[in-house]
């Protein structure tokens, strides 16, 4: 049975995690540091569930750099269920983090802009757009390994 692209173990599989982790990283530096995120609770969200996110999509990339060097194929129903869980749950909590965030800045920005100083705003800004992108590669890498697992 040939792979499923972008499941674990394949090339695509490890491209998407390096996505993920390079976005949720991003996401959360432009949050944490030098601005104060902690007055918002969207935002301490945020934080929490980015560096959720970085250790798993590590840790999966380690078992895709794994699976590519060995040769072998993950073919373990349990553990393919577990990444496939992980990776759904950590999408919905990433595109509500990503989306309460962005419902504070929008609301920030439409109270006279004293709330939200230009360099903090723009920071929350690209922090939000970090994460955004880390869910879209997240909700991939689920879908494509729910495929690879109903595929069996």
Request: net charge negative; charged share 5%.
């Amino acid at each position: 049975m040939d792979e499923t692209p972008g499941s674990v173990g394949t090339t695509s599989s490890l491209s998407i995690r390096l996505g993920q982790a390079l976005f949720s990283s991003a996401s959360l530096l432009f949050m944490s540091v030098g601005v104060e995120f902690y007055s918002y609770t969207a935002f301490c969200f945020l934080v929490t569930i980015m560096g959720l996110v970085i250790p798993w999509s590590c840790t999966l990339a380690m078992v895709d750099v794994y699976c590519i060097f060995v040769g072998c194929s993950l073919r373990l129903p349990g553990l393919m269920v577990i990444v496939v869980v992980g990776d759904m749950v950590l999408s919905i909590l990433s595109l509500a983090a990503a989306c309460a965030s962005a419902g504070v800045i929008d609301l920030l920005f439409h109270l006279d802009g004293s709330y939200c100083p230009p360099k903090f705003c723009g920071r929350y800004q690209l922090s939000t757009s970090m994460a955004f992108l880390s869910w879209f590669l997240t909700a991939a890498s689920s879908l494509f390994n729910l495929w690879h697992v109903a595929s069996w």
